[in-house]
């Protein structure tokens, strides 16, 4: 492994393989967009109204406030991808700061979010290939469907970061066109009776906000892609913060007035139920079927480029890890395309398993379960992340987080921190208690992997094939 340099002033480098071939930037400014928006905008805006409902109209509110924490962590790594532009994003900020221990910590607790993402992810494609394929209720074929959903993006990785980055800017503007016009359309035929109550789980309404807020959040993952994937993005000291700012407004703009005219269009009472609520939407526009077939399309050919881009992003975090010694070493193969192969198959199998393990209980507990699931583990790198920030600014250290501004980036820091930590305290008992159980089963690993480069004395970061 390459330990990191010290500056005069104390501050760590980041950590440099003179040996390594420079990265090869494959991602202009619209590909890392595109793969922002593609990532944040998949299976959360066609399944989470409906996952919502019975919150009432407060989960409106809790879109609000976390389309402003979201703009706020793009901020947040936009500033980091400056400081340390390579892949690896979350797990190389914390790495800088804390240690070894802390940017594994960071790197699993995020590669435990993206394979679970992905399953759940996977998970939300049914619903919608329910009204295309009536399904029946038939437990063994949904699965079957979910599975299929993520073995063939799994599949379309192999050809290489650049054909991702091709996919990404095609589904996203199949999918954002569409949206965007339901959600503005839609906004005519809204009937005000349908929204339902404003809290309807009968608790407080800080409670009810907190609740919607960390189910939401599963909407905005994807928020840190471009940072994830700095090393394949061009000039990425300025377009990775572009890219995450621009794709976050962009996708809470779809995502807020696109459940706005969800509520308004389907009745409470039946949205709570529903397992295509765009598709129930659209049908309530049209006085048909048709509607809703056409958006369960651009729904399935939605989840489906995001799948693409999240297997992605869950093979480059241990890729990273693994170059330094972190991660085990099968995870730092890069194959012909550029993608780390061993880490889409460890996701791909992973993702498999856990669907096959919570599929009894049905899709719609499935999901919900698996995006709390996904609060807990993502939350966790963003607190790391913002914690690392927190550092180099109470360092003084303002030169390395460019461009200058204490004020202004202690308080994107700050904030990103507190967000981060109200939606962790807003995910519940249950999900806190299962994010932790996967994030402390990664401690033997780290363990294991320090045993063996202790005995073996320093080991080199892989160089990519």
Same mark, same amino acid.
């Given at each position: #492994?390459?330990?990191?340099?010290?500056?005069?002033?104390?501050?760590?480098?980041?950590?440099?393989? *003179?040996?390594?071939?420079?990265?090869?930037?494959?991602?202009?400014?619209?590909?890392?967009?595109?793969?922002? #928006?593609?990532?944040?905008?998949?299976?959360?805006?066609?399944?989470?109204?409906?996952? =919502?409902?019975?919150?009432?109209?407060?989960?409106?509110?809790?879109?609000?406030?976390?389309?402003?924490?979201?703009?706020?962590?793009?901020?947040?790594?936009?500033?980091? %991808?400056?400081?340390?532009? /390579?892949?690896?994003?979350?797990?190389?900020?914390?790495?800088?700061?804390?240690? &070894?221990?802390?940017?594994?910590?960071?790197?699993?607790?995020?590669?435990?979010?993206?394979? =679970?993402?992905?399953?759940?992810?996977?998970? $939300? =494609?049914?619903?919608?290939?329910?009204?295309?394929?009536?399904?029946?209720?038939?437990?063994?074929?949904?699965?079957?469907?979910?599975?299929?959903?993520?073995?063939?993006?799994?599949?379309?990785n192999f050809a290489g970061t650049r054909w991702v980055g091709g996919v990404q800017i095609v589904s996203t503007v199949l999918k954002f066109v569409p949206l965007l016009l339901v959600a503005t359309i839609g906004l005519f035929f809204v009937d005000a009776d349908n929204f339902g109550p404003f809290n309807a789980s009968g608790g407080s309404?800080?409670? %009810?906000?907190?609740?919607? %807020?960390a189910l939401l959040l599963y909407s905005f993952l994807g928020v840190e892609s471009a940072a994830v994937s700095a090393g394949e993005v061009r000039d990425p000291e300025?377009?990775?913060?572009?890219?995450?700012?621009?794709?976050?407004?962009?996708?809470?703009?779809?995502?807020?007035?696109?459940?706005?005219? =969800?509520?308004?269009?389907?009745?409470? @009472? &039946?949205?709570?139920?529903?397992?295509?609520?765009?598709?129930?939407? /659209?049908?309530?526009?049209?006085?048909?079927?048709?509607?809703?077939?056409?958006?369960?399309?651009?729904?399935?050919?939605?989840?489906?480029?995001?799948?693409?881009?999240?297997?992605?992003?869950?093979?480059?975090?241990?890729?990273?890890?693994?170059?330094?010694?972190?991660? *085990?070493?099968?995870?730092?193969?890069?194959?012909?395309?550029? /993608?780390?192969?061993?880490?889409?198959?460890?996701?791909?199998?992973?993702?498999?398993?856990?669907?096959?393990?919570?599929?009894?209980?049905?899709? @719609?507990?499935?999901?919900?379960?698996?995006?709390?699931?996904?609060?807990?583990?993502?939350?966790?790198?963003?607190?790391?992340?913002?914690?690392?920030?927190?550092?180099?600014? $109470?360092?003084?250290?303002?030169?390395?987080?460019?461009? $200058?501004?204490? /004020?202004?980036?202690?308080?994107? %820091?700050?904030?990103?921190?507190?967000?981060?930590?109200?939606?962790?305290?807003?995910?519940?008992?249950?999900?806190?208690?299962?994010?932790?159980?996967?994030?402390?089963?990664?401690?033997?690993?780290?363990?294991?992997?320090?045993?063996?480069?202790?005995? &073996?004395?320093?080991?080199? *970061?892989?160089?990519?094939?």
């Amino acid at each position: #492994m390459t330990t990191p340099s010290t500056t005069e002033a104390g501050t760590p480098e980041p950590a440099q393989d *003179p040996a390594a071939a420079p990265p090869r930037r494959t991602f202009g400014l619209a590909a890392a967009t595109a793969l922002v #928006m593609g990532n944040i905008i998949g299976g959360g805006i066609f399944a989470l109204p409906a996952t =919502v409902a019975p919150y009432g109209t407060v989960s409106l509110l809790a879109f609000v406030v976390l389309s402003v924490a979201a703009v706020l962590l793009a901020l947040l790594f936009g500033r980091l %991808a400056r400081r340390s532009p /390579v892949t690896g994003g979350l797990y190389v900020y914390p790495r800088d700061a804390f240690g &070894e221990f802390a940017g594994f910590l960071s790197a699993w607790s995020y590669w435990t979010m993206c394979w =679970v993402s992905i399953a759940a992810l996977a998970v $939300a =494609v049914v619903g919608y290939v329910d009204v295309l394929i009536p399904l029946g209720g038939n437990h063994a074929l949904e699965a079957l469907v979910a599975l299929a959903a993520l073995w063939l993006p799994a599949a379309a990785n192999f050809a290489g970061t650049r054909w991702v980055g091709g996919v990404q800017i095609v589904s996203t503007v199949l999918k954002f066109v569409p949206l965007l016009l339901v959600a503005t359309i839609g906004l005519f035929f809204v009937d005000a009776d349908n929204f339902g109550p404003f809290n309807a789980s009968g608790g407080s309404v800080t409670g %009810a906000l907190a609740a919607s %807020a960390a189910l939401l959040l599963y909407s905005f993952l994807g928020v840190e892609s471009a940072a994830v994937s700095a090393g394949e993005v061009r000039d990425p000291e300025r377009n990775v913060g572009r890219a995450s700012v621009l794709g976050t407004l962009a996708s809470a703009l779809v995502y807020i007035l696109g459940t706005v005219a =969800v509520f308004g269009l389907v009745p409470h @009472d &039946e949205l709570v139920d529903s397992g295509a609520p765009f598709a129930d939407a /659209v049908n309530s526009i049209t006085g048909g079927t048709w509607g809703g077939t056409a958006i369960a399309l651009v729904a399935v050919a939605s989840i489906t480029g995001c799948l693409n881009g999240w297997i992605l992003l869950a093979a480059q975090m241990p890729y990273a890890a693994a170059r330094d010694g972190l991660f *085990p070493a099968p995870f730092a193969k890069l194959g012909k395309g550029g /993608v780390p192969g061993f880490g889409v198959w460890a996701v791909a199998v992973l993702g498999t398993l856990l669907i096959a393990l919570n599929y009894t209980a049905g899709p @719609d507990t499935t999901f919900r379960v698996l995006v709390l699931i996904t609060t807990f583990t993502g939350c966790v790198p963003y607190l790391l992340s913002a914690a690392a920030q927190l550092y180099w600014l $109470a360092q003084g250290t303002r030169e390395r987080v460019r461009p $200058a501004g204490l /004020v202004r980036d202690l308080i994107v %820091a700050a904030l990103s921190f507190a967000f981060s930590f109200w939606l962790i305290a807003g995910a519940g008992y249950a999900a806190v208690y299962q994010g932790v159980l996967f994030l402390f089963a990664g401690i033997p690993v780290y363990v294991w992997l320090r045993g063996r480069k202790g005995s &073996e004395g320093p080991v080199s *970061p892989a160089t990519p094939s």
